[in-house]
Protein backbone atom coordinates (compact mmCIF):
# COMPACT_ATOMS: atom_id res chain seq x y z
CA UNK A 1 0.00 0.00 0.00
CA UNK A 2 1.29 3.36 -1.06
CA UNK A 3 1.15 5.74 1.73
CA UNK A 4 1.00 9.79 0.92
CA UNK A 5 4.29 11.33 2.03
CA UNK A 6 3.77 15.21 0.11
CA UNK A 7 0.97 17.29 0.63
CA UNK A 8 0.37 20.83 -0.88
CA UNK A 9 -0.65 24.11 1.16
CA UNK A 10 -1.58 27.03 -1.00
CA UNK A 11 -1.93 30.09 0.52
CA UNK A 12 -3.18 33.71 -0.85
CA UNK A 13 -0.65 36.26 -0.25
CA UNK A 14 -1.81 39.51 1.47
CA UNK A 15 0.68 41.60 -0.39
CA UNK A 16 0.56 40.88 -3.81
CA UNK A 17 -3.15 38.51 -4.33
CA UNK A 18 -1.25 35.70 -5.33
CA UNK A 19 -1.29 32.26 -4.37
CA UNK A 20 1.74 30.39 -3.69
CA UNK A 21 1.76 26.36 -3.60
CA UNK A 22 3.78 24.95 -1.16
CA UNK A 23 4.71 20.66 -0.93
CA UNK A 24 5.56 19.64 2.70
CA UNK A 25 6.65 16.18 3.70
CA UNK A 26 5.39 14.20 6.65
CA UNK A 27 8.84 14.20 7.66
CA UNK A 28 9.66 17.62 7.82
CA UNK A 29 6.68 18.33 9.92
CA UNK A 30 7.46 16.20 12.48
CA UNK A 31 9.72 18.49 14.31
CA UNK A 32 7.50 20.92 16.82
CA UNK A 33 9.78 24.10 15.37
CA UNK A 34 8.04 25.77 13.13
CA UNK A 35 8.82 25.97 9.47
CA UNK A 36 8.26 29.20 7.57
CA UNK A 37 6.56 29.28 4.53
CA UNK A 38 7.02 32.75 2.05
CA UNK A 39 5.66 33.88 -1.33
CA UNK A 40 7.93 34.51 -4.31
CA UNK A 41 7.60 38.16 -3.50
CA UNK A 42 9.23 37.96 0.20
CA UNK A 43 6.13 38.42 1.92
CA UNK A 44 5.32 35.73 5.08
CA UNK A 45 2.67 33.53 4.17
CA UNK A 46 2.53 30.80 7.42
CA UNK A 47 4.39 28.67 10.03
CA UNK A 48 4.06 25.51 9.87
CA UNK A 49 4.45 23.32 13.52
CA UNK A 50 3.71 19.81 14.08
CA UNK A 51 1.82 19.22 17.77
CA UNK A 52 1.94 16.28 18.76
CA UNK A 53 0.75 13.10 16.65
CA UNK A 54 -2.80 14.64 15.42
CA UNK A 55 -2.54 18.13 14.47
CA UNK A 56 -0.47 20.74 12.68
CA UNK A 57 -0.82 24.56 13.83
CA UNK A 58 -0.95 27.28 10.98
CA UNK A 59 -0.11 30.53 12.36
CA UNK A 60 -1.22 32.98 9.20
CA UNK A 61 -1.50 36.25 9.04
CA UNK A 62 -4.68 37.90 8.08
CA UNK A 63 -4.69 41.50 6.27
CA UNK A 64 -8.49 41.82 7.26
CA UNK A 65 -7.91 41.54 11.16
CA UNK A 66 -4.57 42.87 11.24
CA UNK A 67 -3.47 40.17 13.56
CA UNK A 68 -2.02 36.57 12.80
CA UNK A 69 -4.46 33.25 13.16
CA UNK A 70 -3.58 30.12 14.58
CA UNK A 71 -5.48 27.14 12.30
CA UNK A 72 -5.40 23.93 13.84
CA UNK A 73 -5.44 21.22 10.92
CA UNK A 74 -6.27 17.28 11.38
CA UNK A 75 -3.25 15.46 10.45
CA UNK A 76 -5.42 12.33 8.49
CA UNK A 77 -7.00 15.37 6.95
CA UNK A 78 -3.82 17.15 5.75
CA UNK A 79 -2.43 14.03 4.13
CA UNK A 80 -6.08 12.68 2.80
CA UNK A 81 -5.51 14.34 -0.29
CA UNK A 82 -8.61 15.93 -0.86
CA UNK A 83 -8.81 19.78 -1.05
CA UNK A 84 -10.10 21.70 2.09
CA UNK A 85 -10.34 24.89 2.23
CA UNK A 86 -8.78 27.01 5.32
CA UNK A 87 -10.68 30.08 6.41
CA UNK A 88 -9.98 33.00 8.80
CA UNK A 89 -13.16 32.69 10.92
CA UNK A 90 -13.68 36.42 12.47
CA UNK A 91 -13.66 37.50 8.44
CA UNK A 92 -15.13 34.71 6.70
CA UNK A 93 -11.46 35.19 4.26
CA UNK A 94 -10.31 32.19 2.40
CA UNK A 95 -6.90 31.84 3.18
CA UNK A 96 -5.98 28.97 0.86
CA UNK A 97 -6.12 25.41 0.40
CA UNK A 98 -4.32 22.29 1.83
CA UNK A 99 -4.42 19.06 -0.01
CA UNK A 100 -2.99 17.36 -3.11
CA UNK A 101 -1.63 19.69 -5.40
CA UNK A 102 -3.24 18.52 -8.81
CA UNK A 103 -6.84 18.53 -6.46
CA UNK A 104 -5.74 22.11 -5.89
CA UNK A 105 -4.79 23.13 -9.26
CA UNK A 106 -8.08 21.55 -10.67
CA UNK A 107 -10.42 23.69 -7.88
CA UNK A 108 -8.57 26.96 -9.24
CA UNK A 109 -8.92 26.29 -12.70
CA UNK A 110 -12.60 25.22 -12.21
CA UNK A 111 -13.56 28.59 -10.26
CA UNK A 112 -11.05 30.62 -12.96
CA UNK A 113 -13.24 29.18 -15.65
CA UNK A 114 -16.40 29.60 -14.05
CA UNK A 115 -15.75 33.39 -13.63
CA UNK A 116 -14.75 33.74 -17.18
CA UNK A 117 -17.64 32.37 -18.78
CA UNK A 118 -19.87 34.77 -15.96
CA UNK A 119 -17.59 37.57 -17.60
CA UNK A 120 -18.09 36.55 -21.52
CA UNK A 121 -21.91 36.57 -20.88
CA UNK A 122 -21.63 40.13 -19.13
CA UNK A 123 -19.31 41.73 -21.04
CA UNK A 124 -20.79 43.33 -24.33
CA UNK A 125 -17.44 44.56 -26.58
CA UNK A 126 -19.86 47.69 -27.49
CA UNK A 127 -20.91 48.57 -23.72
CA UNK A 128 -17.19 48.47 -22.33
CA UNK A 129 -14.51 50.86 -22.60
CA UNK A 130 -11.50 48.57 -22.52
CA UNK A 131 -12.83 44.78 -22.41
CA UNK A 132 -9.27 43.43 -21.43
CA UNK A 133 -8.81 45.62 -18.47
CA UNK A 134 -12.39 45.21 -17.54
CA UNK A 135 -11.95 41.50 -17.62
CA UNK A 136 -8.69 41.83 -15.45
CA UNK A 137 -10.41 43.68 -12.99
CA UNK A 138 -12.92 41.87 -12.42
CA UNK A 139 -10.85 38.52 -11.84
CA UNK A 140 -9.18 40.63 -9.53
CA UNK A 141 -12.13 41.86 -7.72
CA UNK A 142 -13.94 38.01 -7.74
CA UNK A 143 -10.76 36.37 -6.39
CA UNK A 144 -10.62 39.29 -3.62
CA UNK A 145 -14.16 38.47 -3.33
CA UNK A 146 -13.99 34.65 -2.80
CA UNK A 147 -11.58 34.60 0.25
CA UNK A 148 -14.45 37.06 2.04
CA UNK A 149 -12.20 40.19 0.92
CA UNK A 150 -14.82 42.52 -0.34
CA UNK A 151 -16.92 43.69 2.62
CA UNK A 152 -18.77 46.20 4.24
CA UNK A 153 -18.16 48.25 7.48
CA UNK A 154 -21.97 47.91 8.75
CA UNK A 155 -21.25 44.29 8.56
CA UNK A 156 -23.78 43.05 5.73
CA UNK A 157 -23.18 40.13 3.93
CA UNK A 158 -24.46 40.86 0.29
CA UNK A 159 -22.32 42.70 -1.81
CA UNK A 160 -23.50 43.23 -5.10
CA UNK A 161 -21.49 44.35 -8.33
CA UNK A 162 -22.77 46.69 -11.04
CA UNK A 163 -20.75 46.58 -14.41
CA UNK A 164 -20.03 50.29 -15.74
CA UNK A 165 -18.33 50.89 -18.90
CA UNK A 166 -15.59 52.29 -17.32
CA UNK A 167 -15.82 50.65 -13.77
CA UNK A 168 -17.40 48.40 -11.35
CA UNK A 169 -19.64 49.61 -8.59
CA UNK A 170 -19.96 47.49 -5.74
CA UNK A 171 -23.20 47.79 -3.31
CA UNK A 172 -23.98 46.65 0.04
CA UNK A 173 -28.07 45.47 -0.07
CA UNK A 174 -27.95 46.31 3.65
CA UNK A 175 -27.38 49.26 3.79
CA UNK A 176 -26.40 50.57 0.16
CA UNK A 177 -22.92 51.55 0.77
CA UNK A 178 -20.76 51.71 -2.05
CA UNK A 179 -17.53 51.65 -4.27
CA UNK A 180 -16.58 52.26 -7.13
CA UNK A 181 -13.73 50.38 -8.96
CA UNK A 182 -12.34 51.92 -12.12
CA UNK A 183 -11.78 49.63 -14.82
CA UNK A 184 -11.20 51.75 -18.37
CA UNK A 185 -6.59 51.96 -17.84
CA UNK A 186 -3.58 50.06 -17.47
CA UNK A 187 -3.38 52.37 -14.07
CA UNK A 188 -6.63 51.24 -13.03
CA UNK A 189 -5.66 48.25 -13.23
CA UNK A 190 -2.45 48.60 -11.37
CA UNK A 191 -4.42 49.89 -8.74
CA UNK A 192 -6.75 46.95 -8.16
CA UNK A 193 -4.26 44.45 -8.17
CA UNK A 194 -2.17 46.46 -5.21
CA UNK A 195 -5.19 45.96 -3.19
CA UNK A 196 -5.86 43.18 -0.84
CA UNK A 197 -9.35 43.76 0.47
CA UNK A 198 -12.15 46.11 -0.45
CA UNK A 199 -14.26 47.45 1.96
CA UNK A 200 -17.59 49.59 1.10
CA UNK A 201 -17.99 52.41 3.79
CA UNK A 202 -22.22 52.88 5.00
CA UNK A 203 -24.59 55.03 3.57
CA UNK A 204 -27.91 55.33 4.28
CA UNK A 205 -30.33 52.67 4.19
CA UNK A 206 -33.38 53.55 2.37
CA UNK A 207 -36.51 52.52 3.96
CA UNK A 208 -39.15 51.48 2.03
CA UNK A 209 -43.29 52.04 2.69
Known amino acids: MLVNTVSTLALYCSHCGKIEMHDLSRFSLKSSVGRELSCGCGQRLATVSGVGHDQYLLDIPCVVCETSHVVCVNVKDFWQGRVNKIYCAAANLELGFSGERGAIEKAIADQQREFASMVRDMA ?55 RVIAARTEADLLAVKALATIELIPGRRSHRR
Open 124 to 178: NEDFIDNSRVMFEVLNRVHDIAERGGVFCRCGGGVIEADVQPDSIELVCAHCNGR
